[in-house]
Nanobody, 122 residues
């Protein structure tokens, strides 16, 4: 079993940057692909980015491509989401999830964190 805890969220002005962290517990962390998702008020949860088990493959939603970067450090059981050029539309609760690389792009994760709030002011 893998437990995930997100951190790094907060309030930032448009154009600013934040770095999200997702810390995982358990010896099997490195065997899972990891993903980031977000849910804005009144909207469905949406895929943001994913990374393969060794970090070789990544993909992004079109809305964040070129602004967000996902990475992972399996030695630290941590996955990161560097968010630059933030826009008010990026305001949401951000969740990390562990699962298979194909399933994460479809919103399916095996384990989920509790989320961290990101608020971008205009």
């Amino acid at each position: 079993q893998v437990q995930l805890v997100e951190s790094g969220g907060g309030l930032v002005q448009a154009g600013g940057s934040l770095r999200l962290f997702c810390a995982g517990s358990g010896r099997t962390f490195s065997s899972y692909a990891m993903g980031w998702f977000r849910q804005a008020p009144g909207k469905e949860r949406e895929f943001v980015s994913r990374i393969s088990t060794r970090g070789v493959s990544t993909s992004y939603a079109d809305s964040v491509k070129g602004r967000f970067t996902i990475s992972r450090d399996n030695a630290k059981n941590t996955v990161y989401l560097q968010m630059n050029s933030l826009e008010p539309e990026d305001t949401a609760v951000y969740y990390c999830a562990a699962g298979t690389y194909p399933d994460l792009s479809k919103g399916r994760g095996v384990y989920w964190g509790q989320g961290t709030q990101v608020t971008v002011s205009s």
